[in-house]
């Protein structure tokens, strides 16, 4: 099952990957701009009617918080990912009131919307809810071409459960499709990380057997796995591959305590932003926050900095003025 992205959206813009406006586009450092740019999302764990989130969290209202943070980036990125827990229960009101949400922004910004599954939701309810699929309970994988970079879906749930694994079949799908190299690489979007956690019931709940996992990426290529599931963001690396968490749309984990002590908050909420170079990708935390901000650095700065030579740029905004003490 291969969910096909919209035609002539992945990979649309040409050069720069995410970019918008000429001063946008300017270059001061040594890295070219970035080839693509994906905004990863996770955790919107949604309920049938909008009823709030154990009794706590509005999560219709901070999704769409999420959502204008996005849209306000003001980019027109390769992908929107969601790495699972799209829903809380797998109702289908939840998953019609996620599409209503989702697509109009997605379309607005010309880009092809990936859905992973957590353990949260409902196969069948996800599949024909989300996807248009029959409603069975077949792993919901995906393989996406974002102009020369490859992105796989990978299904960790297990019905009925809570925990994550991954199957035979489906690693042998994985090992398939990894067989044929991609032009920019590949990612892996899956909602249970393959990494520790430093809070005991994301142990319970963890990614079982990674070895498997491990073994079936060994040599391939991999550049990066992105997941959800902790509700905070934290980054590691698995098998070499480097590791990404986004937090969560919903509500985050309050990190702030001692681990045994931690719980949910409605606050922190955030997203990432992942760049994609030739030799990196990285992974920029976007909080979902209103807060006083400043306006020195504008459209405008750009266009200035960039009519500068490279040593007059220096001079200009590297030079420290002589100090005093
Ligand atoms: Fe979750
Ligand atoms: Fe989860």
């Excluded at 694994?165 to 920019?184: G, I, K, V, Y």
């Excluded at 926050?289 to 040593?311: I, N, Q």
Aim: aromatic share 6%; net charge negative.
């Amino acid at each position: 099952m291969v969910p096909t992205p919209p035609p002539g959206a992945a990979g649309a813009s040409p050069g720069a990957s995410g970019r918008a406006g000429p001063a946008a586009s300017a270059r001061f450092g040594q890295y070219p701009p970035a080839r693509r740019t994906i905004v990863h999302v996770s955790d919107t764990h949604l309920l049938a009617g909008n009823a709030p989130l154990g009794g706590r969290y509005d999560t219709e209202a901070n999704l769409a918080e999420t959502l204008s943070a996005v849209e306000a980036l003001g980019i027109r990125p390769d992908a929107i990912l969601f790495t699972g827990d799209l829903a809380d229960l797998g109702e289908p009101d939840a998953y019609r009131r996620l599409r209503a949400a989702v697509e109009p922004v997605a379309e607005r910004l010309g880009a092809p919307v990936i859905w992973v599954a957590g353990n949260h939701d409902e196969r069948p309810a996800l599949r024909e809810g989300m996807l248009d699929l029959p409603p069975t309970q077949e792993p919901v994988t995906g393989v996406w071409d974002l102009g020369g970079l490859r992105l796989i879906a990978l299904d960790t749930t297990v019905p009925g459960w809570h925990h994550g694994d991954l199957d035979e079949a489906q690693l042998q799908w994985l090992r398939d499709e990894l067989s044929t190299p991609a032009p920019l690489g590949t990612l892996l979007a899956l909602h249970h990380p393959p990494l520790p956690s430093h809070i005991p019931l994301f142990d319970i709940l963890e990614l079982r057997d990674q070895g498997r996992l491990a073994e079936a990426i060994a040599g391939t290529d991999v550049r990066g796995i992105l997941a959800g599931h902790l509700h905070y963001s934290t980054s590691g690396t698995f098998a070499g591959v480097p590791v990404n968490v986004a937090a969560a749309t919903c509500y985050t984990m309050n990190l702030a305590r001692p681990g045994s002590s931690v719980n949910g908050m409605d606050a922190g909420q955030s997203f990432h932003l992942v760049h994609v170079y030739d030799d990196t990708i990285t992974h920029s935390v976007v909080p979902v926050v209103d807060a006083p901000t400043g306006d020195y650095f504008s459209p405008a700065w750009v266009e200035r900095m960039s009519r500068l030579t490279p040593e007059a740029r220096l001079e200009e905004f590297s030079r420290k003025p002589p100090r005093t003490v």
